[in-house]
DNA sequence: TCGCTAATAGACCGATCGATATAGTAAGCG
DNA sequence: CGCTTACTATATCGATCGGTCTATTAGCGA
Protein backbone atom coordinates (compact mmCIF):
# COMPACT_ATOMS: atom_id res chain seq x y z
CA UNK A 1 0.00 0.00 0.00
CA UNK A 2 1.26 3.41 0.97
CA UNK A 3 3.83 2.96 3.49
CA UNK A 4 7.27 2.99 2.42
CA UNK A 5 9.36 2.72 5.80
CA UNK A 6 12.27 4.16 4.28
CA UNK A 7 13.67 6.87 7.28
CA UNK A 8 12.64 9.67 4.08
CA UNK A 9 9.35 10.59 5.02
CA UNK A 10 7.11 10.14 2.49
CA UNK A 11 6.21 13.58 0.71
CA UNK A 12 4.90 13.38 -2.60
CA UNK A 13 3.93 9.58 -2.00
CA UNK A 14 1.22 10.99 0.39
CA UNK A 15 -0.86 12.93 -1.66
CA UNK A 16 -1.01 10.23 -4.20
CA UNK A 17 -1.90 7.80 -1.62
CA UNK A 18 -4.85 10.71 -0.55
CA UNK A 19 -5.57 10.88 -3.99
CA UNK A 20 -6.09 6.93 -4.50
CA UNK A 21 -8.30 6.71 -1.23
CA UNK A 22 -10.42 9.36 -2.69
CA UNK A 23 -11.26 8.39 -5.76
CA UNK A 24 -11.85 4.94 -4.41
CA UNK A 25 -14.53 6.05 -2.12
CA UNK A 26 -16.04 8.98 -3.98
CA UNK A 27 -16.89 6.09 -6.78
CA UNK A 28 -18.22 4.08 -4.31
CA UNK A 29 -19.94 6.22 -1.42
CA UNK A 30 -20.05 9.69 -3.41
CA UNK A 31 -19.18 13.26 -2.06
CA UNK A 32 -21.29 13.89 1.09
CA UNK A 33 -20.92 10.22 1.92
CA UNK A 34 -17.22 10.42 2.27
CA UNK A 35 -15.96 12.45 5.28
CA UNK A 36 -12.00 13.27 5.46
CA UNK A 37 -11.25 11.04 8.45
CA UNK A 38 -12.32 8.30 5.95
CA UNK A 39 -9.96 9.20 3.81
CA UNK A 40 -6.95 9.43 6.16
CA UNK A 41 -7.87 6.11 7.19
CA UNK A 42 -7.69 4.27 3.89
CA UNK A 43 -5.11 6.33 2.70
CA UNK A 44 -2.29 6.02 5.25
CA UNK A 45 -1.24 9.00 4.97
CA UNK A 46 -0.50 11.23 7.97
CA UNK A 47 -3.48 13.55 9.00
CA UNK A 48 -1.42 16.68 9.12
CA UNK A 49 -0.57 16.24 5.82
CA UNK A 50 -3.76 16.55 4.14
CA UNK A 51 -4.31 20.44 4.10
CA UNK A 52 -0.29 20.59 2.98
CA UNK A 53 -0.80 18.91 0.38
CA UNK A 54 -4.97 20.71 -0.70
CA UNK A 55 -5.28 23.45 1.05
CA UNK A 56 -8.53 23.32 -0.63
CA UNK A 57 -9.65 20.97 1.52
CA UNK A 58 -12.39 18.48 0.80
CA UNK A 59 -13.07 20.01 -2.45
CA UNK A 60 -10.14 20.53 -3.91
CA UNK A 61 -9.53 16.87 -2.73
CA UNK A 62 -12.13 15.50 -4.73
CA UNK A 63 -11.83 17.77 -7.69
CA UNK A 64 -8.21 16.14 -8.07
CA UNK A 65 -9.31 12.88 -7.65
CA UNK A 66 -12.15 12.95 -10.49
CA UNK A 67 -9.71 14.39 -12.49
CA UNK A 68 -7.38 11.69 -11.97
CA UNK A 69 -9.92 9.04 -12.41
CA UNK A 70 -11.38 10.49 -15.37
CA UNK A 71 -8.14 10.63 -17.41
CA UNK A 72 -7.60 6.96 -16.52
CA UNK A 73 -10.95 6.18 -17.80
CA UNK A 74 -10.27 8.25 -20.91
CA UNK A 75 -7.21 6.33 -21.46
CA UNK A 76 -8.69 3.18 -21.52
CA UNK A 77 -11.28 4.43 -23.36
CA UNK A 78 -9.18 5.71 -26.24
CA UNK A 79 -7.36 2.30 -26.22
CA UNK A 80 -10.32 0.39 -26.77
CA UNK A 81 -11.72 2.26 -28.86
CA UNK A 82 -8.35 2.07 -31.30
CA UNK A 83 -8.58 -1.66 -31.24
CA UNK A 84 -8.80 -3.08 -34.89
CA UNK A 85 -12.51 -3.97 -35.66
CA UNK A 86 -14.13 -0.49 -35.62
CA UNK A 87 -15.54 1.81 -33.07
CA UNK A 88 -18.90 -1.06 -33.10
CA UNK A 89 -16.81 -3.82 -32.16
CA UNK A 90 -15.10 -1.11 -29.57
CA UNK A 91 -17.96 -0.14 -28.20
CA UNK A 92 -19.16 -3.33 -27.58
CA UNK A 93 -15.80 -4.62 -25.91
CA UNK A 94 -16.10 -1.55 -23.14
CA UNK A 95 -19.39 -2.56 -22.44
CA UNK A 96 -18.16 -5.82 -21.35
CA UNK A 97 -15.39 -5.16 -19.74
CA UNK A 98 -17.62 -2.60 -17.75
CA UNK A 99 -19.97 -5.24 -16.79
CA UNK A 100 -16.99 -7.48 -16.11
CA UNK A 101 -15.56 -4.66 -13.49
CA UNK A 102 -18.49 -4.42 -12.19
CA UNK A 103 -19.96 -7.28 -11.32
CA UNK A 104 -16.34 -8.13 -10.14
CA UNK A 105 -16.19 -5.74 -7.62
CA UNK A 106 -19.40 -7.01 -6.01
CA UNK A 107 -21.71 -3.71 -7.37
CA UNK A 108 -19.33 -1.03 -5.66
CA UNK A 109 -17.43 -0.04 -9.01
CA UNK A 110 -19.89 2.24 -11.04
CA UNK A 111 -18.89 4.83 -12.65
CA UNK A 112 -15.88 7.10 -10.61
CA UNK A 113 -17.58 10.16 -11.54
CA UNK A 114 -21.52 9.76 -11.61
CA UNK A 115 -22.98 9.84 -8.36
CA UNK A 116 -20.64 13.43 -7.30
CA UNK A 117 -21.79 14.59 -10.74
CA UNK A 118 -25.48 13.92 -9.43
CA UNK A 119 -25.06 15.04 -5.58
CA UNK A 120 -23.08 18.61 -6.23
CA UNK A 121 -24.70 19.12 -9.86
CA UNK A 122 -26.54 22.10 -7.89
CA UNK A 123 -24.52 22.40 -5.27
CA UNK A 124 -20.50 23.22 -5.86
CA UNK A 125 -19.84 25.13 -9.18
CA UNK A 126 -16.37 23.61 -9.12
CA UNK A 127 -17.28 20.12 -8.59
CA UNK A 128 -20.25 20.38 -11.09
CA UNK A 129 -17.73 21.23 -14.04
CA UNK A 130 -15.33 18.88 -13.07
CA UNK A 131 -17.46 16.03 -13.37
CA UNK A 132 -18.71 17.99 -17.01
CA UNK A 133 -15.30 18.23 -17.94
CA UNK A 134 -14.79 14.61 -17.60
CA UNK A 135 -17.76 13.19 -19.24
CA UNK A 136 -17.05 15.87 -22.04
CA UNK A 137 -13.66 14.10 -22.57
CA UNK A 138 -15.07 10.74 -22.97
CA UNK A 139 -17.34 11.99 -25.45
CA UNK A 140 -14.96 13.32 -27.35
CA UNK A 141 -12.65 10.17 -27.26
CA UNK A 142 -16.02 8.15 -28.80
CA UNK A 143 -16.89 10.74 -31.36
CA UNK A 144 -13.00 10.98 -32.31
CA UNK A 145 -13.10 7.18 -32.78
CA UNK A 146 -16.48 7.59 -34.84
CA UNK A 147 -14.84 10.28 -37.06
CA UNK A 148 -12.13 8.31 -37.90
CA UNK A 149 -14.40 5.08 -38.87
CA UNK A 150 -15.99 7.75 -41.48
CA UNK A 151 -18.75 9.76 -39.59
CA UNK A 152 -19.07 13.05 -40.31
CA UNK A 153 -18.53 15.56 -37.38
CA UNK A 154 -21.95 16.42 -36.18
CA UNK A 155 -22.88 12.62 -36.24
CA UNK A 156 -20.53 11.15 -34.73
CA UNK A 157 -20.72 13.78 -31.46
CA UNK A 158 -24.19 13.03 -31.40
CA UNK A 159 -23.77 9.33 -31.69
CA UNK A 160 -20.85 9.73 -28.82
CA UNK A 161 -23.86 11.05 -26.35
CA UNK A 162 -25.91 8.72 -26.72
CA UNK A 163 -23.85 5.60 -26.49
CA UNK A 164 -22.53 7.37 -23.12
CA UNK A 165 -25.78 8.08 -22.07
CA UNK A 166 -26.68 4.90 -22.51
CA UNK A 167 -23.77 3.60 -20.59
CA UNK A 168 -24.14 5.44 -17.79
CA UNK A 169 -27.73 4.85 -17.79
CA UNK A 170 -27.03 1.04 -17.88
CA UNK A 171 -24.06 1.37 -14.79
CA UNK A 172 -27.14 3.13 -12.91
CA UNK A 173 -29.55 0.53 -13.22
CA UNK A 174 -26.53 -2.60 -13.07
CA UNK A 175 -25.79 -1.00 -9.68
CA UNK A 176 -29.06 -0.36 -8.25
CA UNK A 177 -30.24 -3.85 -9.20
CA UNK A 178 -27.05 -5.73 -8.23
CA UNK A 179 -27.09 -7.12 -11.92
CA UNK A 180 -25.66 -6.89 -15.15
CA UNK A 181 -28.96 -7.10 -17.04
CA UNK A 182 -29.11 -3.59 -17.97
CA UNK A 183 -25.62 -3.14 -19.18
CA UNK A 184 -26.43 -6.32 -21.50
CA UNK A 185 -29.51 -4.88 -22.63
CA UNK A 186 -27.50 -1.75 -24.14
CA UNK A 187 -24.84 -4.21 -25.61
CA UNK A 188 -27.62 -6.01 -27.60
CA UNK A 189 -29.44 -3.31 -28.63
CA UNK A 190 -26.66 -1.15 -29.89
CA UNK A 191 -25.48 -4.28 -31.66
CA UNK A 192 -28.91 -4.07 -33.84
CA UNK A 193 -29.52 -0.54 -33.62
CA UNK A 194 -25.77 0.95 -34.75
CA UNK A 195 -24.39 1.28 -38.41
CA UNK B 1 -54.33 7.11 0.16
CA UNK B 2 -54.39 8.57 3.00
CA UNK B 3 -57.92 7.90 5.07
CA UNK B 4 -59.22 11.25 4.47
CA UNK B 5 -61.05 10.98 8.04
CA UNK B 6 -62.63 14.96 8.15
CA UNK B 7 -60.37 15.27 11.20
CA UNK B 8 -58.61 18.93 11.91
CA UNK B 9 -55.96 19.87 9.84
CA UNK B 10 -53.21 18.68 11.53
CA UNK B 11 -51.70 15.37 12.05
CA UNK B 12 -51.83 13.51 8.74
CA UNK B 13 -50.53 16.74 6.77
CA UNK B 14 -47.30 16.72 8.77
CA UNK B 15 -46.86 13.36 7.54
CA UNK B 16 -47.09 14.55 3.97
CA UNK B 17 -45.22 17.56 4.16
CA UNK B 18 -42.06 15.71 5.12
CA UNK B 19 -42.36 13.38 2.64
CA UNK B 20 -42.70 16.17 0.12
CA UNK B 21 -39.91 18.48 1.39
CA UNK B 22 -37.86 15.15 1.24
CA UNK B 23 -38.57 14.00 -2.12
CA UNK B 24 -37.59 17.58 -3.14
CA UNK B 25 -33.99 17.43 -1.08
CA UNK B 26 -33.19 14.07 -1.85
CA UNK B 27 -33.64 14.54 -5.61
CA UNK B 28 -31.59 17.90 -5.35
CA UNK B 29 -29.14 16.71 -3.50
CA UNK B 30 -28.87 13.17 -2.46
CA UNK B 31 -29.19 11.54 0.49
CA UNK B 32 -25.98 11.72 2.75
CA UNK B 33 -26.26 16.02 1.58
CA UNK B 34 -29.71 15.91 3.35
CA UNK B 35 -29.82 17.00 6.60
CA UNK B 36 -33.04 16.36 8.90
CA UNK B 37 -32.93 19.77 10.32
CA UNK B 38 -33.55 20.99 6.19
CA UNK B 39 -35.96 18.73 5.84
CA UNK B 40 -38.07 19.72 9.03
CA UNK B 41 -37.31 23.56 8.08
CA UNK B 42 -38.55 22.92 4.17
CA UNK B 43 -41.47 21.11 5.26
CA UNK B 44 -42.84 23.71 8.11
CA UNK B 45 -43.74 20.64 10.15
CA UNK B 46 -42.97 20.52 13.61
CA UNK B 47 -39.41 18.66 14.53
CA UNK B 48 -41.16 16.84 17.53
CA UNK B 49 -43.37 14.93 14.78
CA UNK B 50 -41.00 14.04 12.55
CA UNK B 51 -39.85 10.76 14.97
CA UNK B 52 -43.22 10.10 15.05
CA UNK B 53 -44.40 9.83 12.25
CA UNK B 54 -41.32 8.17 10.87
CA UNK B 55 -39.81 6.06 13.43
CA UNK B 56 -37.45 4.50 11.49
CA UNK B 57 -35.64 8.01 11.01
CA UNK B 58 -33.67 9.34 8.12
CA UNK B 59 -33.75 5.77 6.19
CA UNK B 60 -37.31 5.25 6.79
CA UNK B 61 -38.27 8.59 5.15
CA UNK B 62 -36.06 8.27 2.52
CA UNK B 63 -37.86 5.01 1.63
CA UNK B 64 -40.92 6.01 1.90
CA UNK B 65 -40.63 9.56 -0.14
CA UNK B 66 -38.32 7.47 -2.92
CA UNK B 67 -41.39 5.17 -3.24
CA UNK B 68 -43.67 8.42 -3.69
CA UNK B 69 -42.02 10.36 -6.10
CA UNK B 70 -41.30 6.61 -8.22
CA UNK B 71 -45.20 6.15 -8.14
CA UNK B 72 -45.89 9.75 -9.38
CA UNK B 73 -43.33 8.87 -12.03
CA UNK B 74 -44.41 5.95 -12.74
CA UNK B 75 -48.31 7.11 -13.49
CA UNK B 76 -46.79 9.71 -15.41
CA UNK B 77 -44.99 7.28 -17.98
CA UNK B 78 -47.77 5.15 -17.98
CA UNK B 79 -49.91 7.79 -19.13
CA UNK B 80 -47.71 8.88 -21.28
CA UNK B 81 -47.11 5.58 -23.05
CA UNK B 82 -50.85 4.92 -22.94
CA UNK B 83 -51.41 8.30 -25.47
CA UNK B 84 -52.44 7.43 -29.13
CA UNK B 85 -49.30 7.58 -31.67
CA UNK B 86 -47.39 4.07 -29.91
CA UNK B 87 -45.04 3.89 -27.95
CA UNK B 88 -42.16 5.16 -30.36
CA UNK B 89 -43.92 8.82 -30.56
CA UNK B 90 -44.84 8.60 -26.59
CA UNK B 91 -40.66 7.75 -25.61
CA UNK B 92 -39.95 11.00 -27.46
CA UNK B 93 -42.81 12.77 -26.00
CA UNK B 94 -41.07 11.83 -22.37
CA UNK B 95 -37.77 12.63 -23.58
CA UNK B 96 -39.15 16.25 -24.58
CA UNK B 97 -41.44 16.31 -21.31
CA UNK B 98 -37.59 15.03 -19.10
CA UNK B 99 -35.94 18.10 -21.34
CA UNK B 100 -37.82 20.99 -20.39
CA UNK B 101 -38.52 20.12 -16.82
CA UNK B 102 -34.82 19.51 -16.18
CA UNK B 103 -34.11 22.93 -17.98
CA UNK B 104 -37.56 24.92 -16.25
CA UNK B 105 -35.78 24.10 -12.93
CA UNK B 106 -32.56 25.31 -13.52
CA UNK B 107 -31.17 21.94 -14.16
CA UNK B 108 -31.90 21.02 -10.15
CA UNK B 109 -34.77 18.64 -10.93
CA UNK B 110 -33.19 15.43 -12.36
CA UNK B 111 -34.09 11.74 -11.65
CA UNK B 112 -35.68 11.56 -8.32
CA UNK B 113 -33.94 8.15 -7.46
CA UNK B 114 -30.64 8.02 -9.51
CA UNK B 115 -28.98 9.99 -6.68
CA UNK B 116 -30.02 7.95 -3.86
CA UNK B 117 -29.27 4.85 -5.82
CA UNK B 118 -25.66 5.58 -6.44
CA UNK B 119 -25.06 6.75 -2.83
CA UNK B 120 -26.72 4.04 -1.09
CA UNK B 121 -26.11 0.98 -3.61
CA UNK B 122 -23.05 -0.04 -1.21
CA UNK B 123 -24.42 1.36 1.54
CA UNK B 124 -27.87 0.49 2.42
CA UNK B 125 -29.40 -2.40 1.56
CA UNK B 126 -33.29 -1.54 2.02
CA UNK B 127 -32.32 2.34 0.13
CA UNK B 128 -30.86 0.48 -2.83
CA UNK B 129 -33.62 -2.47 -3.04
CA UNK B 130 -36.12 0.81 -3.00
CA UNK B 131 -34.17 2.20 -5.77
CA UNK B 132 -34.11 -1.06 -8.07
CA UNK B 133 -38.26 -1.67 -7.03
CA UNK B 134 -39.09 1.93 -8.76
CA UNK B 135 -36.58 1.41 -11.94
CA UNK B 136 -38.27 -1.66 -12.42
CA UNK B 137 -41.94 -0.27 -12.25
CA UNK B 138 -40.57 1.93 -14.72
CA UNK B 139 -39.22 -0.59 -16.84
CA UNK B 140 -42.69 -2.47 -16.37
CA UNK B 141 -44.31 0.55 -17.67
CA UNK B 142 -42.45 0.91 -20.75
CA UNK B 143 -42.43 -3.29 -21.81
CA UNK B 144 -45.70 -3.47 -21.21
CA UNK B 145 -46.85 -0.37 -23.77
CA UNK B 146 -44.33 -1.98 -26.00
CA UNK B 147 -45.51 -5.31 -26.13
CA UNK B 148 -49.11 -3.60 -26.28
CA UNK B 149 -47.81 -2.24 -29.97
CA UNK B 150 -46.63 -6.54 -30.85
CA UNK B 151 -43.52 -6.90 -29.56
CA UNK B 152 -42.72 -10.14 -27.68
CA UNK B 153 -42.06 -10.73 -24.19
CA UNK B 154 -38.34 -10.57 -24.16
CA UNK B 155 -37.59 -8.30 -26.88
CA UNK B 156 -39.88 -5.72 -24.97
CA UNK B 157 -38.21 -6.37 -21.84
CA UNK B 158 -34.30 -5.55 -23.39
CA UNK B 159 -35.74 -2.49 -25.53
CA UNK B 160 -36.94 -1.27 -22.13
CA UNK B 161 -34.33 -1.38 -20.11
CA UNK B 162 -32.09 -0.29 -23.12
CA UNK B 163 -34.71 3.12 -23.50
CA UNK B 164 -34.71 3.51 -19.44
CA UNK B 165 -30.61 3.17 -19.37
CA UNK B 166 -30.64 5.66 -22.34
CA UNK B 167 -32.71 8.32 -20.62
CA UNK B 168 -30.98 8.27 -17.00
CA UNK B 169 -28.13 8.38 -18.55
CA UNK B 170 -28.67 11.82 -20.59
CA UNK B 171 -30.25 13.03 -17.30
CA UNK B 172 -27.51 12.52 -15.47
CA UNK B 173 -24.92 14.41 -18.67
CA UNK B 174 -27.75 16.90 -19.21
CA UNK B 175 -27.12 17.92 -15.57
CA UNK B 176 -23.57 17.85 -15.50
CA UNK B 177 -23.49 20.36 -18.14
CA UNK B 178 -26.26 22.25 -17.46
CA UNK B 179 -27.76 21.45 -21.40
CA UNK B 180 -29.98 19.28 -22.52
CA UNK B 181 -27.94 18.09 -25.84
CA UNK B 182 -27.39 14.68 -24.49
CA UNK B 183 -31.29 14.79 -24.00
CA UNK B 184 -31.89 15.67 -27.78
CA UNK B 185 -29.07 12.98 -28.66
CA UNK B 186 -31.73 10.40 -26.73
CA UNK B 187 -34.27 11.62 -28.59
CA UNK B 188 -32.71 11.74 -32.09
CA UNK B 189 -30.80 8.54 -31.73
CA UNK B 190 -33.35 6.50 -30.75
CA UNK B 191 -35.65 8.28 -33.57
CA UNK B 192 -33.24 6.75 -35.93
CA UNK B 193 -32.72 3.00 -34.28
CA UNK B 194 -36.26 2.62 -32.99
CA UNK B 195 -38.51 0.14 -34.92
C1' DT C 1 27.40 22.44 10.55
C1' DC C 2 23.75 25.60 9.80
C1' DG C 3 19.48 27.18 8.16
C1' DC C 4 15.64 26.80 5.21
C1' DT C 5 11.71 24.39 3.83
C1' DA C 6 8.89 20.38 2.91
C1' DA C 7 6.33 17.47 5.45
C1' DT C 8 4.33 15.27 9.61
C1' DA C 9 2.21 14.99 14.29
C1' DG C 10 -2.01 15.30 16.45
C1' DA C 11 -4.64 18.00 19.58
C1' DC C 12 -8.38 20.92 19.03
C1' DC C 13 -12.30 23.94 17.15
C1' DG C 14 -17.31 25.04 16.67
C1' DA C 15 -20.97 23.22 13.98
C1' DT C 16 -23.90 19.90 12.71
C1' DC C 17 -25.13 15.18 12.26
C1' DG C 18 -29.05 11.61 13.32
C1' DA C 19 -31.41 10.16 17.16
C1' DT C 20 -33.65 9.99 21.86
C1' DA C 21 -36.00 11.15 26.11
C1' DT C 22 -39.45 13.32 28.46
C1' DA C 23 -42.99 16.35 29.00
C1' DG C 24 -46.91 18.71 27.31
C1' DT C 25 -51.21 19.61 24.47
C1' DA C 26 -55.35 18.72 21.94
C1' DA C 27 -58.95 15.95 19.97
C1' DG C 28 -62.25 12.02 20.15
C1' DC C 29 -65.26 9.49 23.01
C1' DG C 30 -67.47 7.19 26.76
C1' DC D 1 -66.25 15.07 32.87
C1' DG D 2 -61.96 12.43 32.63
C1' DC D 3 -59.38 9.23 30.05
C1' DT D 4 -56.94 7.68 26.06
C1' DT D 5 -54.66 8.28 21.91
C1' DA D 6 -52.47 11.26 18.56
C1' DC D 7 -49.48 14.55 17.99
C1' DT D 8 -46.19 18.37 19.25
C1' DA D 9 -42.38 20.82 21.93
C1' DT D 10 -37.87 21.17 23.64
C1' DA D 11 -33.67 19.89 25.32
C1' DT D 12 -29.97 17.16 24.78
C1' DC D 13 -27.19 13.23 23.51
C1' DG D 14 -22.57 11.37 21.71
C1' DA D 15 -20.43 11.10 17.31
C1' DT D 16 -18.64 12.97 13.56
C1' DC D 17 -18.23 16.65 10.36
C1' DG D 18 -14.62 19.77 7.78
C1' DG D 19 -11.08 22.60 9.07
C1' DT D 20 -7.22 25.03 11.83
C1' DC D 21 -3.66 25.36 15.04
C1' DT D 22 1.20 25.01 17.01
C1' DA D 23 5.04 22.21 17.38
C1' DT D 24 8.25 19.16 15.48
C1' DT D 25 10.94 16.46 12.29
C1' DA D 26 13.50 15.13 8.05
C1' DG D 27 16.29 16.34 4.10
C1' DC D 28 19.10 19.15 1.34
C1' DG D 29 21.90 22.93 -0.39
C1' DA D 30 25.30 26.12 1.16
Given at each position: ?84 GGPRAAILALLD ?46 ARALQDSGMERA ?5 ALFVLSAIEGAL ?24
Amino acid sequence: MAERTSTRSNGRASRRAFLDATAVLLRRQGYAGTGLSEIVARSGAPRGSLYFHFPGGKQELARAAMERSGEQLRRAIGATMDAPGGPRAAILALLDALAAGLEGSGYRDGCPIATVALETAAESEPLRETAAAVFESWVDELARALQDSGMERAGAQRRALFVLSAIEGALLLSRARRDVAPLRAVREELLLGLG
